[in-house]
């Protein structure tokens, strides 16, 4: 065994426990991203940290606190932080400059800031201030913890997960139309699970009109509410939709621009999004670029076959979550997906599962688009 691999070992063992602090603000930090640290002295815990939500204290100011208040100095600690330290100044003072001043002697990261505001600046600025760096710790599972916020500093949209719930023959409504409740109570509880973690919510014109969603959080506790995102091409949503007397803010894309019926929505308080029309309906990327402008870090579409079919046909899904109810509803019913183009195997999107896991009586499929493969 050579003298790296114990070393190797240690800093895993560290930047886990870090993940795990990360975790714990998983459902407050948007629009930032989740970080963990742990500040240790001669493999000894010091001081620990997290973010717990945007304007308030990084993980590393945290930890540095933490420390101090054991009566630790952190003069001379290993710093194990999951995302490279900030080093601009944005709703808080950087990183860099909190570790710089307490004298630490190395930092250990995660993954790489891909905000172009830090990008690889944070790491350069710690070695300049003679700071001991290593970089890619775990730096896979480190990356998840935001993939989010990720997608939108590298692509400037936010990841897109599709919610469906169908019958095990793939249907999602009887015959008569009915679809409450296919899945059960421990499957919903997840859905809310679900929103709870993502910045907006995103419905077609037709679930509004068939289901009437309220798209808010219905956990136990106190919760930040996502934004509900409605697309409704021509302003058919009624002012008196369920959703806009709710706690939290309401936004309709459309290309109406008919100004009674905007102004009627909006005195409901929903807020109106221009968007252009093209040969399928809405530009859906435009949408989702909007979102991206507002540091939506993760859409959570909870759509019908026809627009749940329009984001996968226009290549905009990241993932795919569907849950599984052990009931069968025949051909009669509603298909999972508009997928018109889809005539042949060789034309149908292929996907790769990432987990199966039981949610009480029902499955939970989580699924991904395969790569495309070059021509």
């Not at 993940?19 to 714990?24: G, T």
């Not at 506790?221 to 934004?227: E, F, M, S």
């Not at 226009?314 to 298909?335: C, T």
């Amino acid at each position: 065994m050579s003298a790296i691999e114990p070393r190797g070992a240690v800093h895993a063992f560290f930047m886990q426990r870090a993940v795990e602090l990360a975790r714990r603000g998983w459902y407050t930090t948007r629009p930032n991203p989740r970080v963990g640290c742990v500040i240790t002295q001669a493999n000894v815990v010091r001081g620990e940290g997290w973010h717990e939500r945007a304007g308030e204290g990084h993980a590393e100011v945290r930890a540095l606190e933490d420390a101090r208040a054991r009566g630790n100095d952190p003069k001379g600690a290993t710093v194990y932080v999951t995302l490279e330290p900030c080093s601009h100044r944005g709703r808080t003072p950087p990183c860099t400059e909190a570790l710089i001043e307490a004298g630490v002697a190395r930092v250990v990261v995660g993954a790489q800031d891909p905000n172009p505001s830090v990008d690889g600046r944070g790491i350069a600025v710690l070695r300049e201030a003679g700071i001991e760096v290593t970089t890619g710790v775990m730096a896979q599972t480190c990356a998840a913890l935001n993939a989010g916020f990720n997608q939108r500093m590298a692509r400037g949209r936010p990841r897109v997960r599709v919610k469906l719930a169908m019958s095990l023959d793939g249907r999602t409504a009887a015959a008569d139309g009915s679809s409450q409740w296919i899945t059960g109570e421990a499957a919903r509880d997840d859905v809310h699970r679900l929103r709870a973690e993502a910045g907006a919510v995103l419905v077609g014109r037709g679930t509004l009109v068939a289901d009437d969603p309220a798209l808010n959080v219905r956990l136990p506790g106190d919760w930040a509410q996502p934004l509900r995102v409605v697309i409704d091409s021509d302003l058919a949503m009624g002012a008196d939709a369920r959703m806009l007397g709710l706690d939290g803010a309401t936004l309709v894309a459309t290309a109406c621009k008919d100004a009674n019926r905007r102004a009627t929505l909006e005195a409901a308080g929903a807020e109106i999004l221009d968007v252009a029309r093209g040969e399928r309906g809405l530009d859906l990327e435009y949408v989702l670029s909007a979102l991206g402008g507002r540091e939506i870090n993760d859409v959570l579409v909870e759509a019908g076959p026809t627009l749940a079919g329009a984001l996968t046909r226009a290549g905009l899904v990241d993932e795919f979550v569907i849950y599984v109810a052990p009931m069968l509803i025949g051909n009669a019913g509603r298909a999972l997906m508009a997928l018109p183009g889809v005539l042949a195997l060789a034309d149908a999107p292929a996907l790769i599962f990432d987990n199966v896991e039981p949610v009480g009586a029902d499955l939970k499929i989580t699924a991904r688009p395969a790569p495309s493969q070059p021509d």
